[in-house]
């Protein structure tokens, strides 16, 4: 019986095969990706307030306007141990 690929993995292989496209590159979405990436590993488990403001300050010092409600859904998912930007 084959094992299946982590899903994690296969989206990561999928990230890296996409072309280059300079003008996504520019996107604050895209530029912030990593970071996101890395409160949400770095806070696992940790209290929502705390998860959300570590999200709002990493969107503000990129120069965004954070979305209050979706970092809510976000902080509540890294609360609970996962990750939804990786």
Known sequence: M???P???LQS???HLLQ?????????????IAPTLAD???DMAG???DEVLAALDAA????????DTAALQEFAARIEAG???FS
């Open 2 to 4: 084959a094992r299946r």
């Open 6 to 8: 982590r899903e994690g």
């Open 12 to 14: 990561e292989l999928l």
């Open 19 to 31: 072309p280059l496209v300079r003008r996504r590159a520019e996107l604050l979405s895209e530029r």
């Open 39 to 41: 409160i949400g590993d």
């Open 46 to 48: 940790r209290p929502a």
């Open 59 to 66: 969107i503000r010092n990129a120069g965004g306007t954070p």
């Open 82 to 84: 996962e990750n939804p």
